[in-house]
């Protein structure tokens, strides 16, 4: 095993869903913090996350963020709160930012 990489090759593989499981979890705290003072504001960190990961690596991590996020938006900002259930209601929403992420991704990755 190189000293260079503590994981082996594998870690080179790894590493862009990694940052992208990174850019996600920060979205969702900021998020979190301004969901008080800006309601609705929860979806812009996350489109951010996505197009931070589609800038940075493949199509592959991009969608994962496009996934994580869109799981992170179901759970903690769509109601019912804490919960993988949707709505009715949240359903154009959660299309929608799916929708935008994914030719986000398409666009970026060409």
């Not at 996600?24 to 003072?37: H, Y």
Request: aromatic share 14%; glycine share 6%; net charge neutral.
């Amino acid at each position: 095993m190189n000293d260079l990489q503590p994981f082996g090759h594998g870690w080179s593989v790894l590493r862009p869903y990694a940052w992208c499981l990174v850019s996600v979890g920060a979205a969702l705290a900021l998020a979190q913090l301004l969901q008080s003072s800006v309601p609705g504001f929860f979806v812009f960190p996350f489109l951010a996350a996505v197009l931070v990961s589609a800038q940075w690596s493949l199509k592959g991590p991009a969608v994962f963020a496009t996934l994580l996020s869109a799981l992170a938006m179901t759970y903690f900002f769509l109601p019912p709160v804490h919960s993988l259930a949707i709505e009715r209601a949240s359903l154009p929403l959660l299309f929608l930012f799916v929708g935008c992420a994914l030719m986000m991704t398409s666009l970026m990755s060409e």
